[in-house]
């Protein structure tokens, strides 16, 4: 008679395949990856729309300061130059141009003028842009 080899009774290291709980597992894991990928990309938009909110307003406040320096000490006024403006690129953006005699100085033919321009969008978005020059009275 011949023998036969017994064959051994499968034990879990022969099985192949994956468990519902493994599945599971995995799965979730996944899903939590894919929620902090989702994150980043939310959280990079809005930086985005940001950084272009400000190129507008920076802009904006340079162009107002680039004006009034071409009107000279003499042209400003708040005839040429009223104290608020709005600007229509951005959302809820408003503009303030202020100038007084420079401080610290005895010259009156000095301006310290400031342009700040702010704008709207909820808490991540919202922010402001200000510059300052000095312009004076050569003459």
Request: aromatic fraction near 6%.
């Given at each position: 008679?011949?023998?036969?080899p ?21 799965v ?17 938009y ?6 272009h ?26 005839t040429?130059?009223?104290p608020?403006f ?5 959302p ?6 202020t100038?007084?005699p420079?401080?610290?100085t005895d ?13 709207a ?18 003459g």
């Open positions: 008679m011949r023998h036969r017994r064959q051994k009774p499968l034990t879990l290291r022969h099985r192949t395949g994956l468990s519902l709980i493994e599945l599971l597992v995995t979730s894991l996944l899903a939590i990856g894919l929620v902090g990928v989702s994150s980043m990309f939310i959280v990079g809005r930086t985005q729309v940001h950084a909110f400000a190129s507008v307003a920076t802009d904006v406040a340079a162009k107002k300061i680039e004006e009034m320096k071409s009107a000279g000490f003499n042209g400003i006024d708040e040429s130059f009223p608020t709005t600007v229509s690129d951005i809820s953006g408003q503009g303030t141009i100038y007084a420079y401080p610290d010259s009156p033919n000095q301006y310290l003028v400031q342009v700040v321009v702010t704008w969008g909820g808490r991540a978005i919202e922010g402001r842009a200000r510059l300052s020059t000095v312009i004076s009275n050569h």
